[in-house]
């Protein structure tokens, strides 16, 4: 076993990999709290919190920091394989999934900043029904990853396409509410952006579910996501 | 030395290297010829290049799946430290942001299949501009990063803000068209995602810039970048 710039290896191999599983749950339960923060900050038009949910995204990005430099060593020092090498390599994935989803919540609670300097619109609701549920899926696919379940995996990664469908109606509803009251133009364009990083969290979710399903199976999902992100497309079905 | 699960151990670890910088370089040159395709794509309403631009990311992510695959059988199975380990990470690094850039673009080319049946929209002029400025910066970048050079690289961390103030002038430009004249707000909220796939873009360029700096020097770039995005906050400076 090679100790070349660290004296410490005295942990196992399977203790390194506990401390690097509990990063990982932390690091979950930071990134769920930012999305939930972020999601009522919109609701009750929160600046305070919003900004709390800004700041805070540092937090997570430590957590990810710790996580890669923890994988990178495990897999110099360590140079694991089968089992070991996927549990290392699905950590490394999820946290990078889990930090794209905390910056992503931290976008939407920087727009929400300048929602809150204007009238309130009433898609709003809809983009919070749609972040509730992104963050139920995230809870899901959190648990289903830290118990290795790849049952719930697969079927948090089934209900991916209820967080298009609800963005679909969503971004029509946006769109028609500009184009009744230009004068919505400008809060419209921040719900559509918020609208998209809510989606996309609900893409690095599904991403967890598939690693998931990797962890526990050893197999990759190779079929097509039940999915297809249509999104782009919404404006041309607009016509 | 390990060999488990590898029969195939007969290159040295400079050649191994040197693989893998070819395969970024490839990946790369693939990435450069997305995004210009993609630009090209909306300034000609050209929806068969489009189609080509989507249907090739597929290209970028397996070059990005070889340099996984590669780097970690690299770390497992020869322990790198010091330089070697650092050139190993800034590879991984640097090819996910490459897979980041191409599917930006992949994502822009889609919402131009969209803008293609619409009538055309005066700020696409600036949008190609400001595409054909971030196209520049990625080979800029990528020469930097392939031909060690850390000088290059600063300057290109630098050029960023331009981008990020063509974008602040664009989105002002969209939203007052689109309030002008309503028909236009369908079109205008393509316009604005497609000018934050670019303005992202520049963004991983810059990433890849300050991974150039930390290859060659050793050193991280711990001050702050030049710029801050204020993308989020346009829409306050309009009101």
């Known amino acids: ?42 609701e009750h038009r929160d600046s305070d919190l919003a900004t709390r949910i800004m700041n805070d995204d540092v937090r997570v990005d430590d957590c990810e920091s710790f996580v890669n430099e923890q994988t990178v060593r495990l897999l110099a020092l360590r140079a694991p394989v089968a089992d070991d090498l996927r549990a290392v390599i699905a950590t490394l994935k999820a946290a990078g999934d889990l930090e794209r989803i905390a910056d992503h919540a931290a976008n939407a609670a920087k727009r929400s900043l300048v929602l809150n300097q204007m009238p309130p619109v009433a898609p709003m609701r809809s983009l919070v029904r749609m972040g509730r549920l992104v963050q139920a899926l995230l809870a899901e696919v959190l ?56 989606e996309r969290i609900g893409d690095h979710a599904t991403n967890i579910a598939e690693m998931t399903y990797f962890l526990v199976t050893g197999r990759k999902l190779n079929d097509q996501r039940p999915k297809r992100d249509t999104s782009a497309l919404e404006g041309a079905e607009q016509e």
């Not at 079927?155 to 919505?184: C, G, H, K, N, W």
């Open 1 to 42: 076993m090679p100790t070349i710039g660290d004296q410490h290896i005295v942990r196992s191999f399977d203790e390194e990999l506990k401390r690097l599983h509990d990063a990982l749950a932390r690091m979950g339960g930071l990134t769920e709290q930012q999305l939930k923060g972020a999601i009522e900050a919109l």
């Open 143 to 198: 648990d289903a990853y830290l118990t290795h379940d790849a049952e719930k995996a697969l079927a948090v990664r089934s209900r991916d396409q209820e967080v298009d469908d609800l963005y679909s109606s969503l971004f029509r509803e946006i769109l028609t509410y500009m184009m009744e009251d230009p004068r919505t133009i400008t809060a419209g364009t921040h719900l559509m952006f918020i609208a998209k990083n809510i």
